[in-house]
């Protein structure tokens, strides 16, 4: 089967921009498309390519001619939801593939996607589930029986097969393939320092239930680690790659695994500059073992601080305190890494409670302050007790840089202290 996965292009739109001509936040990061490059992995035996629409916007109407693909899958991301439905609706008009979507708001909304264009939904991780759906399709069994596969049915509810999420679903004996996205790599670069970099996934979910976060239905709720030699193999893969964005959620959720993953890295002589996710609560209960990850080649790590206040923290489930970042601060900087800290701005904020991030922020350095607007993605707890008061349900608008509640401050005034903020953070940027 010709099989064609389509990293959606970048998109999304600008509340401060367009009202206020403020400019929206510049993307950071910028890497492959590792889900799809994992869901080709164990593709084996098809014919199997990747086109990378963030990188060539316009590439998709020539895939199309060129390849005549028999089935085209999608990923997408909240703010990505409508755009996939038009390039949905380009395949259907240009060629007879079926259309599967997954990812991040599939699998938090799958109702979304059960429209005419879309074919297939799945729900979770899709890397064994896809290939269950594509030997089905090839042998016209009967997709029902899936798990995690929800075949579409306009006008009604949505069913698919209950799955049990278990490190089976991480099909760890097929690599991803990196080779599909090799045109594209030049692109992929750490900008700060002109670097090629990769992604790794070292584990999948995570342990906590913040009510923001959108993980947590990928997995079912669970937090599952690959094994060291599954990630030691894909490390190996991107040999000539030097920096190393593991992607997980949280590469530390279990402080034993990756004390025996940076031991192993260490053991096979490999020499990476890695960045990674970690709670602050995970560098003061073992500062050790991100003393450790620093001697294998730990650059920078990325903490979700969130809020500065323990009674916010609570609002949103975080089960953590304002302490103990301000001490997870102090511990990475005597260590000697680099600390991107990502911050949430309520719509619900005042002019104190922007006063109170900024002077946060000015007593507790941060090499990289990222802020974020909160923002109810649908299928989050977050979503469900905000339902109400929600005005912009455009998922367009949905890119953490926009209110889609009414703001507390007047709208603008809310924008320019945002703004503000912003602006600060990338001048006194160290990465």
Known sequence: MRILLVNPPNCGRSIPEERYGIDSLKQIFRGEPLALETLAGNLHGHEVRIVDLKVEPEALPDELAGFAPELVGFTAMTCEANSVLR?????????????????????NDPQFFNRPEIDFVVVGLGKQSLRQLVDTLETAGDSAAIPGIA??????????????????????ERPPAYGLVERYRPHYTLQSLGLEMG?????????????????????GG??????????LRDIGQLEQTPVIRLVDANTFGNPQHARRLAEAIRAAGIRKHFLADVRSDTVVRHPELLRLWKEIGLRAVVIGFEEV?????????????????????????QIGLTIVGDFI??????????????????????????YTVLT??????????????ITIHDLDYYTLTNAVVPTRLEERIFYQRYAALLKAGHAHAKL
Request: net charge negative; with cysteine; proline share 7%.
């Open 345 to 370: 701005i309520s719509p619900d904020y005042d002019e104190a409670q922007f006063d109170a991030l900024e002077a946060y922020v000015a007593d507790n350095p941060v090499d990289l302050p990222m």
């Open 87 to 107: 390039l949905a609706r380009q395949v259907k008009e240009n060629c007879n593939a079926r259309v599967v979507v997954g990812g991040v708001h599939a699998s």
């Open 376 to 389: 109810p993605l649908p299928g989050t707890p977050l979503y469900a007790g905000m339902r109400e008061r």
């Open 222 to 231: 669970r937090y599952l680690t690959a094994g060291i030699d599954t990630i």
């Open 199 to 219: 992604f790794v996934a070292s584990a999948f979910g995570c342990p906590f239930d913040c009510s923001f976060c959108c993980i947590a239905p990928v997995t």
């Open 151 to 172: 075949a579409t049915a306009p006008g009604r509810a949505l069913t698919w097969p209950a799955r049990s999420y278990s490190r089976q679903d991480l099909v760890q």
């Open 309 to 333: 206040s323990d009674v916010a923290l609570d609002g949103l489930n975080k089960a953590n305190s304002a302490a103990v970042n301000s001490e997870a601060i102090r511990i990475l900087h």
